[in-house]
């Protein structure tokens, strides 16, 4: 999992039936000191979050496990809110 | 998922028989500003999107997860047609 901030969303009305309902986000991955890094991304959102709020986010097939058993076609999942972290 | 601008399709008549009917388009991946990052890549296409169009595609594994791509041997498909894109952050 990789570290994120959320820093927008996307609106899509013509989408694949099994993301209706799902909040799409676009994230920026971070560093530890929160310096963006690398590519933004959209993933779903399977736990709430917002614009401005440091997630994390899962890749890859395992992104549609929080949806089961419904099949969602995605590679991008916020799994959670990032508290507070400290990197020594 | 990767936001990306269709620039046009692609057309094969040899084909694995699991893409016979499928619609091919080349994507070029864009930021949230809509600048062109990264390179090209072919997508099936899943919502019926056009050239021009903005769209969310969804690579690896999970784009056989896509409505009809069931044992497809794809690795990117287009899942949904983009109205807008907030950022704010």
């Given amino acids: 999992m990789q570290i994120a901030r959320v820093i927008g969303d996307v609106v899509a009305t013509v989408k ?4 209706t309902g799902h909040k799409l986000l676009v994230l920026q991955p971070v560093t530890p000191d929160r310096q963006a890094t690398g590519r933004t991304l959209v993933a779903l ?11 994390f986010f899962v890749r890859g097939k395992e992104a549609s496990f929080p949806f089961l058993p419904a099949e969602t076609p995605a590679d991008a999942c916020v799994v959670g809110i990032v508290d507070h972290w400290d990197v020594d | 998922m990767i936001l990306a601008k269709i620039v046009g399709t692609v057309v094969a008549t ?15 991946p864009i930021d949230p500003a809509g600048k062109p990052e990264a390179n090209y890549l072919v997508a099936v296409d899943t919502v019926d999107a056009g050239v021009g169009e903005t769209v969310l595609i969804v690579s ?3 784009a056989r997860m896509a409505a009809g791509l069931k044992d497809c041997p794809v690795d990117a498909a287009i899942i949904g047609v ?4 907030d950022v704010k952050g």
Avoid: C, P, T
Avoid at chain 1, 45 to 55: F, K, P, S, T, W
Avoid at chain 2, 14 to 28: F, I, M, N
Avoid at chain 2, 82 to 85: A, E, H, K, T, Y
């Fill in chain 1, 45 to 55: 959102d399977a736990i709430g979050a917002g614009v401005g709020e440091h997630v």
């Fill in chain 2, 82 to 85: 983009v109205d807008q894109i």
């Fill in chain 2, 14 to 28: 040899r084909k694995d028989e699991r893409l016979v009917s499928s619609k091919l388009l080349v994507a070029r």
């Fill in chain 1, 16 to 19: 694949d039936a099994a993301l």
């Fill in chain 2, 60 to 62: 690896g594994s999970s």
